[in-house]
Nanobody, 125 residues
Framework: QVRLVESGGGLVQAGASLRLSCAAS?????????MGWFRQAPGKEREFVAA????????YYADSVKGRFTISRDNAKRTVYLQMNSLKAEDTAVYYC?????????????????WGQGTQVTVSS
């Protein structure tokens, strides 16, 4: 069993930065896992934001966040981060951390079995 706990959300003005954290725990080494960040705005479907392969560090980004968001991981802390810069009003959503050991398409919601509870990010314009 894998447990994911997100933190770091909040209310900021447009142009500001936030860093989200996802602390992972469970009886696994996570070395074979892909960790993803997704978001869901009211009335919209959950969408891909970024992902990272734990072992290689290979990263993936949605076009809408490329150049503004950076995903990274700290192996010792078993934590994945999402650094969000130049935030826009359209980034407002609940942000979810996801994980799975067998991910062929990191951008797909259906690829992930484990999810956190989410953290709210609100960007005022």
């Amino acid at each position: 069993q894998v447990r994911l706990v997100e933190s770091g959300g909040g209310l900021v003005q447009a142009g500001a930065s936030l860093r989200l954290s996802c602390a992972a725990s469970g009886r696994t080494t996570f070395s074979s896992y892909v960790m993803g960040w997704f978001r869901q705005a009211p009335g919209k479907e959950r969408e891909f934001v970024a992902a990272i392969r734990w072992s290689s560090g290979t990263t993936y980004y949605a076009d809408s966040v490329k150049g503004r968001f950076t995903i990274s991981r700290d192996n010792a802390k078993r934590t994945v981060y999402l650094q969000m810069n130049s935030l826009k009003a359209e980034d407002t959503a609940v942000y979810y951390c996801a994980a799975d050991s067998r991910v062929g398409h990191p951008q797909e919601v259906s690829e992930y079995d484990y999810w956190g509870q989410g953290t709210q990010v609100t960007v005022s314009s």
